[in-house]
């Protein structure tokens, strides 16, 4: 087989579908498919072996298929054979997904791995900007999700399951995630607009939404401004600790919210001159990762370049 | 050479002392010796100079010796070469100690380490305890400092200096150290004494220092228990989003403050437990390291078995 020539399957489980992507090795895109993951969850043979006759549907349909890339919402065992906590598709905690794919289609090679750890290696090998072997990855969307990529691997940590930043407890002793995930953001742009009801402006008698929130931060909006700005201070004090403890200064920002970054980033860059020291920020580099939309099944589908 | 019998020269650079131990391969300290801090920043060499030469004096002293390992307070190289950032010892910002050390003992082999990461890597090959190969190392005294044991080995992130858990945002977005390092210890328990005067019992009237006041937790007091239960949630807190990130869940702590652990940990094991999810709570081991007082020369001639 040559890893340069043939097609990847890149599969992203989440809570509410489960993505194919039949992907070259050059990151396109050659087909798309989605499943209904409630349905799956519904269908009699339970979500996990309905999960596995999905895998077979595909391999029938893309029989050239040797390698197949999985991103899995939650934690995963050191040796990415076993689902451990998949918080979003409880039935998956504490299977041997790797065995069960296996068992049924002994011929294909499967990747397994946390969702934004596939996202960080996506952006790696995919990714239209140049990326170092050595970044960090932070995923800001409905959660937070993070990665670190170490000498062009992901960095598992002791047991398999390093970098949860969404987890990370923040201001009050909050997670990460609660504070600045989707629901998070709204939250605080609903306080600003208590706070601040002179400054309301196109916000008012709208339903508050993230697309409604980066349009008026981009038309000027204070109330909207104001979020972003608390956001990146949020987030910025995590990147402060989390660049303590790894020590690395590229980072990059994924998810459906990096579309926001324009108006985070001035409190997040602030935030992080404020507390690291020159050597942290010599060649500090904080930007937008380039998938977008596609990073979850681009993500999935690279992890076949992996060992 | 065989390191099984040979003794190894472990030096441990601080801001008071440079203490210096030959030390044999079991880690018993066969000879002792320091040297003042500031009077070799007198000396007309300049630190750096001065403190080669020192280092000469205890080779000539010990003309066996063939690896010399040096504990440095602040950030290295990650070759291991250059001191960085050292701010109790600025003359070290941007020293390259190893070239300077190589080219006055060619013979000799020189071992630069992390201060924090030597005692973590002294307890790994001198410890009484059973370490693993893979832990969180955290040193409690005047600063606060902590190394991860990856595979048996420092690990030292992507730029060379990870672990700077003392560095981490806490409460307030005061950093780590200060908070809960001696000083804040103390500032924590002025403020319990404030609050609680009628609390106050043995001691009032006393100069508050950290043998007072560990005194005073073993027999009860509830000042002293108060500051260190709020030591303990803090460090609890840290320690969850270090675990977070690193996914580590055997930890030890060393430094002088550990004596006062049996204060501190009701409340760590609380805070733990109260954010970290049943992944990581499994089999969590945390405890005092064993090398207490001698942990800076031992985890400096530790560094000698490394490579």
């Given at each position: 087989m040559?890893?340069?020539?043939?097609?990847f399957?890149?599969?992203?489980?989440?809570?509410?579908h489960v993505?194919?992507?039949?992907?070259d090795?050059k990151?396109?895109?050659?087909?798309?498919?989605?499943e209904?993951?409630?349905s799956?969850?519904?269908?009699?043979?339970?979500?996990?072996?309905?999960f596995?006759?999905?895998?077979?549907?595909?391999?029938?349909k893309?029989?050239?298929?040797?390698?197949?890339?999985?991103g899995?919402?939650?934690l995963?065992?050191?040796?990415?054979?076993?689902t451990?906590e998949?918080?979003?598709?409880?039935e998956?905690?504490?299977?041997d997904?790797k065995?069960?794919?296996?068992?049924?289609?002994?011929?294909t090679?499967?990747?397994?791995e946390n969702?934004?750890?596939?996202a960080?290696?996506?952006?790696?090998?995919?990714?239209?900007?140049?990326?170092?072997q050595?970044?960090?990855?932070?995923?800001l969307?409905?959660?937070?999700g993070?990665?670190l990529?170490?000498?062009?691997?992901?960095?598992?940590?002791v047991?398999?399951?390093?970098?949860?930043?969404?987890?990370?407890?923040?201001?009050?002793?909050s997670?990460?995630?609660?504070?600045i995930?989707?629901?998070?953001?709204?939250?605080?742009?609903a306080?600003?607009?208590d706070?601040f009801?002179?400054?309301?402006?196109?916000?008012?008698?709208?339903?508050?939404?993230?697309?409604?929130l980066?349009?008026?931060?981009?038309?000027g909006?204070?109330?909207?401004?104001?979020t972003?700005?608390e956001?990146?201070?949020?987030?910025g004090?995590?990147?402060?600790?989390?660049?303590?403890i790894?020590?690395?200064?590229?980072?990059?920002?994924?998810?459906?919210?990096s579309?926001?970054?324009?108006?985070i980033?001035?409190?997040?860059?602030?935030?992080?001159h404020?507390?690291l020291?020159?050597?942290?920020?010599?060649?500090?580099?904080?930007?937008?990762a380039t998938l977008e939309?596609d990073?979850?099944?681009?993500?999935a589908?690279?992890?076949?370049?992996?060992d």
């Open positions: 040559d890893k340069k020539t043939e097609n399957l890149g599969i992203d489980v989440g809570g509410t993505k194919i992507g039949l992907v090795t990151g396109q895109i050659l087909q798309f498919a989605k209904i993951t409630a799956l969850r519904e269908n009699p043979l339970g979500f996990n072996l309905a596995v006759e999905v895998v077979g549907k595909y391999l029938a893309f029989p050239e298929v040797q390698h197949v890339g999985i899995l919402p939650g995963v065992s050191k040796d990415r054979t076993t451990l998949i918080p979003a598709i409880s998956l905690n504490g299977f997904l065995s069960a794919l296996l068992e049924k289609y002994p011929n090679i499967f990747h397994l969702d934004a750890s596939a960080a290696v996506g952006e790696l090998h995919f990714g239209t900007g140049q990326t170092s050595d970044y960090l990855f932070i995923t969307g409905t959660g937070i993070s990665a990529i170490l000498d062009g691997e992901v960095f598992k940590g047991r398999g399951n390093a970098m949860e930043m969404g987890h990370m407890l923040s201001r009050g002793n997670r990460l995630e609660p504070l995930g989707r629901n998070g953001i709204l939250k605080i742009a306080r600003m607009m706070t009801p002179e400054e309301v402006g196109q916000l008012a008698g709208q339903e508050l939404g993230m697309h409604v980066v349009g008026a931060a981009s038309a909006n204070s109330i909207a401004l104001k972003f700005a956001v990146g201070e949020i987030l004090e995590a990147i402060v600790s989390t660049v303590r790894l020590d690395v200064n590229e980072i990059y920002f994924g998810g459906g919210i579309a926001a970054l324009p108006y980033m001035p409190s997040l860059d602030k935030t992080v404020q507390y020291s020159p050597y942290y920020l010599s060649d500090i580099k904080m930007q937008r939309n990073a979850g099944t681009l993500g589908a690279a992890l076949c370049f992996m």
